[in-house]
Nanobody
Framework: QVQLIESGGGLVQAGSSLRLSCAAS????????MGWFRQAPGKEREFVGV????????YYADSVKGRFTISRGNAKNTVYLQMNSLKPEDTAVYYC?????????????????WGQGTQVTVSS
């Protein structure tokens, strides 16, 4: 059974940092890009960032560029989202996703596997 399990969410103050983790099990995703998305209440799920299968390349949404960093673990079945300088507008449920055929997929439709999400709340 394929599983993506996110962890690391929580309640923090604006300006703080959080590091989310996503661990994949059930199959290897070392050959696939892994992405992060988020969904705030009443809003559609939006792209946050993606890392290539090798870990050599990343791409971020403009709203998080310069503040968020995605990396992969050595085994490449784990992906991290380092979030710095958090803002109240970053409050959302954060999801990791894996799969897809393009190099740095940005659309949720391109991903085959999803985690259950982890809540991030940033207070002002």
């Amino acid at each position: 059974q394929v599983q993506l399990i996110e962890s690391g969410g929580g309640l923090v103050q604006a300006g703080s940092s959080l590091r989310l983790s996503c661990a994949a099990s059930g199959r290897t995703f070392s050959d696939y890009p892994m992405g992060w998305f988020r969904q705030a209440p009443g809003k559609e799920r939006e792209f946050v960032g993606v890392i290539s299968w090798s870990g050599a390349n990343t791409y971020y949404a403009d709203s998080v560029k310069g503040r968020f960093t995605i990396s992969r673990g050595n085994a490449k079945n784990t992906v991290y989202l380092q979030m710095n300088s958090l803002k109240p507008e970053d409050t959302a449920v954060y999801y990791c996703a894996a799969g897809g055929t393009s190099y740095l997929p940005r659309s949720s439709r391109e991903y085959d596997y999803w985690g259950q999400g982890t809540q991030v709340t940033v207070s002002s």
